[in-house]
């Protein structure tokens, strides 16, 4: 399974951004998507969770202002971020769990910077 995300920016605080992560290759296998995101010097932190039943549940640093979907051919995740500040600054990252319970996947990342 190939993610690869898009979407990151540089935004003022307050904006908004959506970011996107294509998943291809071998999908069946997925059983969850979601979304990390790491700043500078601390670890990746999870942000949120969509599951293959379209469940989806958000950290509670960023309900509220962050939103997880997916469209239509499960293919695309999505994370709409709205009232950000500066200290959701970090590297994004799309993840995929395997429905083996044990593996997951991940993209390269994408760059959000919010200026004060």
């Known amino acids: 399974v190939q993610l690869v995300e898009s979407g990151g920016d540089t935004v003022q605080s307050g904006g908004s951004l959506r970011l996107s992560c294509a998943a291809s290759?071998?999908?069946?296998?997925?059983?969850?998507m979601g979304w990390y995101r790491q700043a500078p010097g601390k670890q990746r932190e999870w942000v949120a969770t969509?599951?293959?039943?379209?469940?989806?549940n958000v950290a509670d640093s960023v309900k509220g202002r962050f939103a997880i979907s997916r469209d239509k051919t499960k293919t695309t995740v999505y994370l709409q971020m709205n009232s950000l500040k500066p200290e959701d600054t970090a590297v994004y990252y799309c993840?995929?769990?395997?429905?083996?319970?044990?593996?997951?996947?991940w993209g390269q990342g994408t760059q959000v910077t919010v200026s004060s």
């Open positions: 290759g071998s999908i069946y296998r997925i059983n969850a």
């Open positions: 969509i599951t293959s039943g379209s469940s989806t």
């Open positions: 993840a995929a769990d395997f429905r083996d319970g044990i593996s997951r996947g």
